[in-house]
């Protein structure tokens, strides 16, 4: 039941929304104002927030105005005026993302900073909502208490986007097989996308009778109703623990944004109706019929709180704008290498744990990659209390290569377990996991698999400590099968060497192991740094040498491994060769460097003296070494099994020309092309020959 005191507090959250909306443009009209997306109109989310606790995590839809306000008054110390006007100035002082963009979000209320437009941060609603409860079973710490409910709030537009479909299916098919999924999903529609007309209807016909969902609606315009819906929405998933979906209706003023003529594509009529269900107007009407204001008191009530706002952007105007792309870039990806080398080869237990696996696994003997992969998750499960494994498949299967055989028979269900056929929702797991205290190590079945989803990545997991200046992180080490080369199986959704998307994303680590004892330490690295600095991480392992044992002669056992000392790391961005030779340095990574060190061999038998260098990580790229080993022999051939146009090799030579080096370079790729099925993949892809031949070639040039 909504109370006075209550009632009042949102009717002032929602005056400070409203004022604050009028500010922006204001401040944008005096050349100091550069985010005007409005939430007037939406402003009975406030209602919202007096029905949930301010220790509730929320993750909020980008007109959630009206409900910042009325959290932050809910928490003592915390001014959203103040807040909010200084993301408007794109103010260094701003206290969550520094500057760097608009957002509502804050620590200390439990609001976790989205950009989203397209509800791209549901994956990682659903992540928080599962990861809350899977951390009090693991005895994890986690920032909210094991009665919390995830909040989600996203507009009408967004709700048919595909992100938002699928994380919605997500979590009704998770909450169908009877898993705890305390996730409130609250739709403000306001009937138009930008300009677009969100059909009469749809959004009820849509998600009104979805199994293991439970649809409440109410007219969001409406104080008393839109709290009470949401007080009976917030008491079932607390309860329950089971998603339900709250539909708001509301009206859009302001048009979507501050450049947005209205009147171009909405008809007089329509803004005419609009105005009539103002949500301010109906609070203040409801507070003078329950007795707590006279109309004369509302109307100054209003002003007084807009002479406060005003007065707080004339402030804004002079705030401190950032300076310098080292201040923009500081929260971006934190490297503490030292801590990282520290965390990555300490521990006793983790010691143990790990030659007692090789031992009963492989009775000592050298290792395939396939093998040191999983041993090294079963080391690093006994390491780190918090890390779960997951994926399509990697439970009882063990993973469609066997890389996580027995790891769920070993750990539990808790810690490894399989997922839907979703990767965006594997990946907003992960995103919503690392939130809650968890260090998800999620798994990504094919690389292909990943462009579907890899906005996860790029648009939420590497942008949110940078839009939260560090005061939220996502750890997660992302496992992926990628490459070609893959005999007898193949085609371009398991042979893929397209990895350009990732490459170009600010501060994510890509790590490419190719030999075993490397893909142990290096996964050891990748698992510390997430730990130690919040890292987000993709891993990538070659397919085609999972089980390869040989490297020149059938049964030489020349790609098998000795599993690596408990102290055995890589720093990110370091290098690994192979050879002394003087005449050439090839450098490669992935399925490149077997077939590399099989070139050399021969090269070396026509009187070449070759070095093979490893590149390793793909992100940080070892520039250091690269330049070192290139400058040994003056000459140097890259060797890229990914594409001509935007793979890695053109990083490599604009490394070694940005560091100066001077001396004779050229590159081999596979084709700008799509992976055909069978024994056509081999005109599209990188070869022996076609190495051979380059590096003969470039002695010859001089």
Same mark, same amino acid.
Request: proline share 7%; glycine share 10%; net charge positive.
């Given at each position: 039941m909504l109370d006075g005191t209550t009632l009042l507090a949102i009717f002032d959250a929602q005056a400070e929304s409203r004022h604050l909306d009028f500010a922006a443009r204001w401040m944008q009209r005096h050349g100091g104002g550069y985010y005007t997306i409005s939430s007037a109109g939406h402003e009975g989310n406030a209602a919202l927030a007096a029905a949930l606790r301010p220790n509730d995590p929320a993750l909020l839809h980008y007109r959630s105005g009206g409900f910042y306000c009325a959290r932050a008054r809910q928490v003592p110390g915390v001014d959203p005026v103040r807040d909010v006007l200084l993301g408007v100035a794109a103010s260094a002082d701003e206290p969550i993302a520094g500057g760097r963009h608009k957002v509502f979000g804050r620590a200390e209320l439990s609001i976790v900073p989205q950009t989203s437009t397209i509800a791209s941060h549901l994956?990682?609603?659903?992540?928080?909502?599962?990861?809350?409860?899977?951390?009090?079973?693991?005895?994890?710490?986690?920032?909210?208490?094991?009665?919390?409910?995830?909040?989600?709030?996203?507009?009408?537009?967004?709700?048919?986007?595909s992100t938002a479909v699928g994380a919605i299916n997500a979590a009704c098919h998770t909450a169908y097989q009877g898993i705890p999924v305390?996730?409130?999903?609250?739709?403000?529609?306001?009937?138009?996308?930008?300009?677009?007309?969100?059909?009469?209807?749809?959004?009820?016909?849509?998600?009104?009778?979805?199994?293991?969902?439970?649809?409440?609606?109410?007219?969001?315009?409406?104080?008393?109703?839109?709290?009470?819906?949401?007080?009976?929405?917030?008491?079932?998933?607390?309860?329950?623990?089971?998603?339900?979906?709250?539909?708001?209706?509301?009206?859009?003023?302001?048009?979507?944004?501050g450049s947005d003529a209205e009147a171009a594509y909405r008809a007089p009529a329509d803004l005419a109706a609009g105005l009539t269900r103002d949500p301010l107007v109906a609070t203040a009407a409801a507070l003078v019929r329950s007795g707590l204001l006279t109309p004369d008191e509302a109307v100054a009530r209003y002003?007084?709180?807009?002479?406060?706002?005003?007065?707080? @952007? +004339? !402030? %804004?105007?002079?705030?401190?704008?950032? /300076?310098? =792309? $080292?201040?923009?870039?500081?929260?971006? &990806?934190?490297?503490?290498?030292?801590?990282? @080398? +520290? !965390? %990555?080869?300490?521990?006793?237990?983790? /010691?143990? =744990? $790990?030659?007692?696996?090789?031992?009963? &696994?492989?009775?000592?003997?050298?290792?395939?990659l396939a093998q040191a992969v999983n041993l090294a998750l079963g080391e690093l499960l006994d390491t780190y209390p918090n890390m779960c494994v997951f994926g399509e498949d990697v439970g009882r299967k063990g993973g469609v290569y066997g890389v996580t055989k027995g790891l769920q028979r070993r750990f539990g269900p808790a810690r490894v377990f399989d997922t839907l056929l979703d990767e965006q929702s594997i990946l907003g797991v992960a995103l919503g996991g690392g939130l809650t205290g968890l260090l998800p190590v999620p798994e990504?079945?094919?690389?292909?698999?990943?462009?579907?989803?890899?906005?996860?990545?790029?648009g939420e997991?590497?942008?949110?400590?940078?839009?939260?200046?560090?005061?939220?992180?996502?750890?997660?080490?992302?496992?992926?099968?990628?490459?070609?080369?893959?005999?007898?199986?193949?085609?371009?959704?398991?042979?893929?060497?397209?990895?350009?998307?990732?490459?170009?994303?600010?501060?994510?680590?890509?790590?490419?192991p190719a030999r075993p004892d490397d893909a142990a330490a290096m996964l050891r690295t990748c698992l510390a740094a997430a730990a130690e600095d919040g890292s987000v991480c993709v891993f990538l392992e070659p397919i085609a040498l999972y089980h390869t044992r040989d490297l020149h002669d059938d049964g030489d056992g020349g790609w098998l491994a000795a599993y690596p000392a408990p102290d055995a790391h890589v720093p990110p961005g370091r290098a690994r060769s192979y050879g002394d030779g003087t005449d050439l340095t090839m450098v490669t990574f992935g399925n490149g460097l077997r077939m590399s060190l099989r070139v050399a061999r021969r090269l070396a038998a026509r009187g070449i003296g070759a070095r093979v260098v490893d590149l390793r990580w793909l992100a940080p790229l070892p520039a250091d070494d690269l330049l070192r080993e290139a400058r040994l022999t003056g000459r140097v051939l890259v060797v890229d099994e990914t594409r001509r146009t935007g793979g890695v090799s053109e990083g490599v030579v604009t490394a070694l020309t940005d560091a100066g080096y001077a001396g004779q370079i050229t590159r081999v790729t596979s084709e700008d092309s799509f992976i055909p099925l069978g024994p056509a993949a081999n005109a599209v892809l990188l070869d022996e020959p076609t190495i051979e031949k380059a590096a003969v070639g470039l002695m010859q040039a001089g």
């Open positions: 994956p990682r609603a659903l992540g928080v909502a599962l990861g809350i409860g899977r951390a009090a079973k693991l005895g994890v710490a986690c920032p909210w208490p094991r009665d919390a409910i995830t909040l989600a709030s996203f507009g009408d537009a967004s709700a048919s986007h305390p996730l409130l999903l609250v739709c403000e529609d306001n009937g138009i996308g930008i300009s677009v007309p969100t059909p009469p209807g749809w959004v009820a016909a849509s998600f009104g009778a979805r199994p293991g969902l439970r649809y409440l609606a109410a007219d969001g315009c409406d104080p008393v109703a839109a709290y009470d819906a949401a007080a009976r929405a917030v008491a079932l998933v607390r309860s329950r623990r089971q998603p339900a979906f709250l539909h708001l209706s509301v009206v859009r003023f302001l048009g979507h944004a002003d007084a709180i807009g002479e406060r706002v005003r007065a707080a @952007a +004339e !402030r %804004a105007l002079s705030s401190r704008p950032l /300076a310098s =792309a $080292a201040e923009v870039m500081a929260p971006l &990806a934190p490297r503490h290498p030292g801590r990282v @080398a +520290e !965390r %990555a080869t300490d521990g006793a237990a983790r /010691a143990a =744990a $790990a030659h007692s696996q090789h031992r009963a &696994a492989t009775a000592g003997d050298p290792v395939t990504i079945q094919y690389l292909a698999y990943l462009h579907n989803a890899e906005d996860q990545i790029r997991a590497a942008t949110q400590q940078f839009f939260s200046a560090g005061q939220f992180r996502n750890p997660m080490v992302v496992r992926v099968a990628g490459y070609a080369y893959q005999k007898g199986f193949g085609g371009h959704f398991h042979n893929d060497n397209a990895i350009g998307a990732l490459r170009d994303i600010p501060g994510l680590v890509i790590a490419s």
